[in-house]
């Protein structure tokens, strides 16, 4: 089932094909335009540049959220999927899976291309794509509880960033922490195994959150 | 309250109330639909069918009473309520973006019964969409995608069907349909629950009007 | 019927003892203040290193402590009512979010206003500081999504699951000065060990705690009746309390 | 008739209070993020200060651009718009105005107080509010335009950032140059007379461009 | 082609042509409605109906042929035209966060005629909303949705209306209600061209019967 709810997302994704490119380009737009605002002086460029990636990688999951549930609740499918006798968190499951394949993958894909314009080294880089490959999914497993809360609210593009954004804060803070211990030429284990148990944490409790969110939502 | 899996199938409705915002929609509403019954909710707009329905398939809680599947209440139910129940609300559940022939498998794999393409494009031409199968959603008329949601029936094997306005946008021919199909399900043991503003004459069958005003 | 008078009954009888509360409370809050101020401001020696502005500390770290301990309460009622259904419960995890934000802003406000003297800056992102602010938007985001749900019933439910997701952050504030190595000062009152401050200090920071605490409870209760009256407007006692039989 | 339009937007954006603050509070989290992706040392913060406040600025206006029509749209309004008697450059206009003042404006207020946290001199504080004061006008005339011409196509909102980004990025530049100018003591007075030339162009040419994309989207 | 303003307004339309995707929903399709008149616009779901309404007044164009109002192009024509043109289609443009109220007032102002709070909750009044007025559209049942937007036909001085299922989701009363409108705005000299699948007998007024197929 839950491969259904996958297979219908991606299927909509295709459908507009800009939609996987828009999320890519967005990041990749929101990572060039810092230099632009600060200048380009590579010795500052280079410490920024895992926190401009993770920052960007952030803002661009957090963007997508919206279409996450709205389109579905607009149009009854929501209502349909509350009544399916098909488990709720399976189904919930499923669409924070391809959310992150739609938008969380490209950029895991791109990050490295992009951290070689910030003049990184190539360990960097490695730790640099690994930590967003163990953070991007949670992004996705967190922003779907928020997406739950505030469906049909007005406003709730916005409402969901402040729901959403203090819990992304710890993911920002291991994931370029973990960059930054590398550069440092320290290990960068402890980071990655603590992002690891954030991934595990929200894949076992976030499709339960969001259930019970999109019933109370839809109450 | 819980009497145990009765031997027929039904759906009891006991003391409902439903209050939403200062106004009491209604209260002390009891009814029960046996098998082969069809009970058509009426009154005038804003009296409270739609909730109604909303509350029967489990969407929100009434303010008071219960609501029994076969005695057991649908609460407690849950999955297995869900299961042998099928709900279409004013809004289809059609996505623009895909086709006719997708968004009908998708609706149905959601409610639990996986079809094939041939299958899917099978009940599409009964319901007269033949020729637009491939078509997306958006292209199509307001009547032709109620069409698309309204196939599901041709497909499901749920015994209990809660419908809201079934007959929006629906031309004669249509209606004919519908009413074909509602009265097949009937006559095979099957329940439904409709709103409805259009008259719909349907003879052969155990026919309740509900009227809330 | 009798279903009814049991759902019905409890936020009624909370409201009136509340009502009868409030008053020892506020006297207790306002003895706690005194004794604490004075303390603070005449009692305890001035600090040999910060010289008088250490003095913030007295509001600085009560505040802050009651930041992270009415979020912890605050999260708890809103579970509570989520999974019993008591809306007593929930409207109390509501009445408590504004004195959390207030604490949460004054802990923060107090922070920077000694940080400039101390390490000349009103703010540095360390991981404390980053992690106080967090809690004051966890705060923020609890009343907003209320605020935001016209629906009592779904804004109680909706705002208890996003409270016990930022339960998280909890944690992360009290030991984010073990964890990283920051700026600001680590924990010096612990139960394990015995304090390295000065008794006097020491206690008038325990005794403006208190007062705070009992602040909070003042607040907390006169809030909560207010949503009571507003929430249960329909309900016969209010009615009645309105025309005056229950006074 | 604009004012009714104005009147209108902001009636909706009051229903909602949270709506105003949230843009608010969505440009303080990400103007608070960098500096935890960054790190702290306040000489490396000095330097981003601007074009951090100004790429949040971007951000949030940007964010908030996909609401611009698309509820309008979505309910039908919108097509009683274009049949209305009423010139549509002038309702065009209407909602960029109460797009400003809903997003805009809380932005340039709260710019100073951000710009304490990252440690700024006085005088940078207020060309910086200045500055956004001249720009955020012509991000919202700017980005009414993306927001028309990418209206009911599906991932819009992401689309949208791609057109608009590389519209948005003059204003960016010469707004945080001013900034920036003022810090190194230089005059800033060429950057603030380009801003206001783009202000008034946009003024000009946005209306008439946004209502000639509303009737293609709409065609 | 233009052949300068004739005495008596009317709409007409001569040879239009409407193609979709590969379907030509009609083509050579020719009539004009005078003051007074009544057209019904027939036919099955997704013959094109609601695409010629749209081409008529104004929001798409037609693949063929011409519509004039008063022997001038409407393209031409332009403000002129959409300031005696009132169009309702199957969205009702109404606001969930605005009261109905609120509702009211935003489209008539968009429709280029302003009414105050007192006119607007009159006009709500008569379609039945009385003590709904203040209500945020978001909880209205779909039927009082519906009469929302349809309240603007009481406050509206436009000539030519061009109604696409008016009666979608309306109870009996709401129907009889609208029938009356509609009958005044025709007695007055105006026009109407509308869609439904709904019989509506009106035998007072020139009615002409357009069936797509
Ligand atoms: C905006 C800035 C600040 C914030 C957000 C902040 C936050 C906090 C928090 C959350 C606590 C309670 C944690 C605990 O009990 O372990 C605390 C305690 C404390 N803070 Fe701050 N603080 C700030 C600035 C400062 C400054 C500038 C100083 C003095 C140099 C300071 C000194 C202390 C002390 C001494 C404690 C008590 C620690 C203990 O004894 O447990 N704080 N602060
Ligand atoms: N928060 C609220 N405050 C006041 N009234 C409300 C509120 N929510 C819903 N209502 C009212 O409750 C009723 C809901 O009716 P419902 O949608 O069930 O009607 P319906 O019988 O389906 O009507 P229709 O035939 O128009 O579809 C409406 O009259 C609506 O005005
Ligand atoms: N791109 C396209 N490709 C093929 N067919 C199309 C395309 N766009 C529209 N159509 C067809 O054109 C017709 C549009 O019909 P329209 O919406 O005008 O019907 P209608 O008469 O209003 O029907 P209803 O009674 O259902 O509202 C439909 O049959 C639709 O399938
Ligand atoms: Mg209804
Ligand atoms: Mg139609």
Chains 1, 4 share one sequence.
Not at chain 2, 57 to 84: A, H, M, Q
Not at chain 3, 178 to 183: S, V
């Amino acid at each position: 089932m839950i491969w259904w709810i996958i297979k219908r997302d991606l299927l909509l994704a295709m459908r507009r094909r800009s939609d996987v490119l828009t999320t890519l380009f967005f990041f990749v737009i929101v990572v060039s335009l810092f230099p632009l605002g600060v200048g380009p002086e590579a010795s500052i460029l280079r410490i920024m540049a895992s926190g401009v990636v993770w920052v960007a990688a952030l803002l661009a999951s957090m963007l997508s959220l919206g279409r996450m549930f709205s389109s579905d609740y607009a149009d009854g499918t929501l209502e349909q999927m509350l009544l399916s006798p098909v488990s709720l968190s399976a189904l919930v499951m499923g669409k924070a899976i391809s959310h992150w394949l739609v938008t969380g993958v490209p950029l895991v894909l791109m990050a490295p291309v992009l951290g070689i314009q910030y003049d990184l080294p190539v360990e960097a880089l490695i730790v640099l794509t690994l930590s967003l490959l163990l953070g991007t999914p949670v992004l996705s497993l967190i922003g779907a509880i928020g997406a739950a809360l505030t469906l049909g609210l007005r406003g709730g593009g916005v409402l969901v960033s402040i729901l959403v954004l203090p819990l992304y804060i710890p993911v920002l803070i291991f994931g370029t922490g973990a960059v930054e211990a590398s550069t440092a030429g320290m290990g960068f284990g402890a980071h990655f195994s603590i992002l690891g148990a954030f991934l595990l944490v929200s894949i076992v409790f976030s499709p339960w959150a969001t259930a019970a969110s999109l019933r109370i939502s839809m109450g | 309250m819980t009497t145990g899996p009765s031997p027929i199938e039904m759906l009891t409705a006991r003391n409902l109330e439903c209050i939403r915002g200062e106004h009491r929609l209604f209260s002390n509403l009891s009814f029960s639909v046996n098998p082969g019954e069809l009970m058509f909710v009426g009154g005038p707009n804003g009296s409270g069918k739609t909730s109604l329905l909303r509350l029967l398939c489990g969407l929100s809680l009434p303010d008071d009473g219960e609501i029994y599947w076969n005695g057991t209440d649908i609460r407690k139910l849950g999955v297995d309520y869900r299961d042998v129940m099928t709900y279409l609300g004013h809004l289809g559940g059609i996505k623009d973006d895909l086709t006719a022939i997708e968004n009908l498998r998708i609706s149905c794999a959601l409610a639990g019964c996986e079809i094939d393409e041939d299958q899917a494009a099978d009940a599409l031409g009964q319901i007269g969409l033949a020729g637009r199968e491939m078509l997306p959603a958006r292209v199509l008329s307001q009547g032709q995608r109620r069409r698309v949601a309204l196939a599901r029936l041709l497909v499901t094997r749920t015994k209990l069907w809660i419908l809201d306005e079934p007959l929006t946008a629906l031309d004669v021919a249509a209606v004919e349909l519908i009413k074909g199909i509602l009265e097949h399900n009937l006559a095979k043991g099957g329940m439904v629950i409709m709103t409805t503003h259009q008259e719909l004459v349907m003879s052969t069958v155990t026919v309740h009007h509900l009227v809330l005003s | 019927m009798t279903i009814n008078w049991f759902k019905y009954a409890s936020p009624a009888s909370f409201y009136f003892l509340a009502g009868r509360m409030i008053p020892y409370f506020s006297i207790a809050a306002i003895i706690f203040l005194i004794v604490g101020l004075y303390i603070a401001f005449f009692s305890a020696p001035t600090d040999f290193q910060q010289g008088e502005a250490y003095r913030i500390i007295f509001i600085h770290v009560p505040a802050a402590w009651m930041s992270m301990f009415l979020y912890v309460v605050m999260a708890f009622w809103a579970g509570i009512g989520l999974a019993f259904n008591t809306r007593l419960s929930s409207m109390v995890a509501s009445a408590i979010a504004p004195t959390g934000a207030m604490f949460t802003f004054l802990a923060l406000w107090t922070g920077a206003w000694w940080g400039k003297p101390m390490w000349g800056t009103w703010w540095v992102w360390d991981a404390r500081l980053t992690s106080e602010l967090i809690l004051f938007f966890l705060y923020i985001g609890f009343m907003s999504l209320q605020a935001a749900i016209d629906d009592p019933r779904r804004a109680d439910k909706a705002g208890a699951i996003i409270a016990l997701v930022g339960v998280v952050n909890i944690p992360i504030i009290y030991f984010s000065v073990q964890w990283w190595n920051t700026l600001h000062q680590g924990a010096s009152v612990s139960l394990i060990q015995s304090p390295k401050m000065a008794t006097a200090m020491l206690s008038g920071m325990l005794i403006m705690a208190l007062a705070v605490w009992m602040y909070s409870i003042v607040m907390i209760l006169i809030r909560a009746r207010l949503i009571i009256l507003e929430r249960e407007r329909h309900t016969a006692w209010v009615s009645e309390l309105k025309e005056g039989v229950l006074e």
